[in-house]
């Protein structure tokens, strides 16, 4: 049985995309795990290139979301531990080490998810401090206590338990879009008293966001996942306030040069989220009325 199990949901994600996570897989440091990839009916694949043994392919015959691919992933899952990742990620060589030192003494652990960037652009978006880190620093995005506890984690970094995830209820299966879920299931985590270890050292690094048309779709879907958020959690002022924190690293980050750049993109993300928001409440009203 493998010390822990890697969860990846998987749709249409490019070639290189995986190449990149499958070889920081085989770079790791500890070498007792298995990674399930949970396709969700890709239109095309490549798993084709992932020929190791721990590895094995789960396939979804009706796109889901990456809510229900995760929890899938889990019921195949056979070994005790977990670790969340996504396909435009790699792990840093000894992450899975760390993951699995630090969830002795606590319930999940969450690391810091470091943006590779290579052009302006992204960098500037990277600023905004998305996502679980972006360039800024999970610590800047997330608020970690003095004891080292993580109020929320990314659900492209992040080691439970497995009896802790499947006693929290999983991922809620109702959000229709990438985003949102992995808030809701920390807050239940914070409500229950579980404790949500924040590993800076646990790092794993994210593909840059390219070009406006990827970020305005990117900040719409997140806007879709907010108005889910609200349903869960009625009270959502901390998290205004958190946000509004946030920005301020973000431009304390940015410096001189890139000052006016995340500016721009800051006010593009709240018209894009807020876009996405009423979008997606006026989808979710005429589905109930139906």
């Excluded at 290579?118 to 999970?138: D, N």
């Excluded at 901390?238 to 750049?261: C, E, I, K, Q, V």
Aim: a positive charge.
């Amino acid at each position: 049985m493998p010390t822990i199990t890697l969860v990846i949901p998987s749709y249409n994600a490019p070639r290189e995309h995986l190449e990149r996570l499958y070889r920081s897989l085989l770079a790791q440091t500890l070498e007792d795990f298995e990674a399930v990839f949970v396709d969700d009916a890709s239109r095309e694949d490549h798993y084709d290139l992932l020929r190791d043994p721990r590895i094995r392919i789960l396939r979804r015959e009706k796109n889901q979301g990456p809510a229900v691919c995760r929890n899938a992933g889990v019921a195949d899952a056979r070994a005790p531990l977990l670790f969340f990742t996504d396909t435009d990620c790699a792990l840093a060589p000894d992450t899975l080490e760390r993951a699995v030192r630090h969830l002795e003494h606590s319930d999940a652990t969450v690391g810091d998810t470091v943006t590779e960037t290579r052009t302006m652009f992204g960098r500037a978006v990277a600023l905004l401090g998305f996502p679980g880190g972006g360039c800024i620093g999970f610590h800047n995005v997330w608020r970690v206590s003095p004891e080292g506890l993580a109020a929320s984690f990314s659900s492209c970094n992040v080691a439970f338990h497995k009896t802790v995830f499947e006693e929290m209820g999983r991922f809620d299966e109702s959000f229709p879009v990438p985003g949102g879920e992995d808030t809701v299931l920390a807050r239940r985590m914070n409500d229950a008293g579980k404790r949500l270890r924040y590993v800076p050292e646990q790092i794993v690094y994210h593909v840059e966001r390219r070009g406006w048309k990827n970020f305005l779709r990117w900040q719409v879907l997140r806007g879709r996942g907010n108005y889910h958020i609200k349903k869960h959690v009625p009270e959502v002022g901390s998290y205004l306030r958190l946000r509004l924190w946030t920005f301020r690293n973000s431009f304390r980050a940015a410096g001189p040069w890139y000052g006016l750049p995340v500016f721009v993109l800051l006010c593009a993300s709240v018209a894009g989220q807020m876009c996405g928001y009423w979008l997606e409440k006026r989808k979710t009203r005429r589905s109930e009325m139906r």
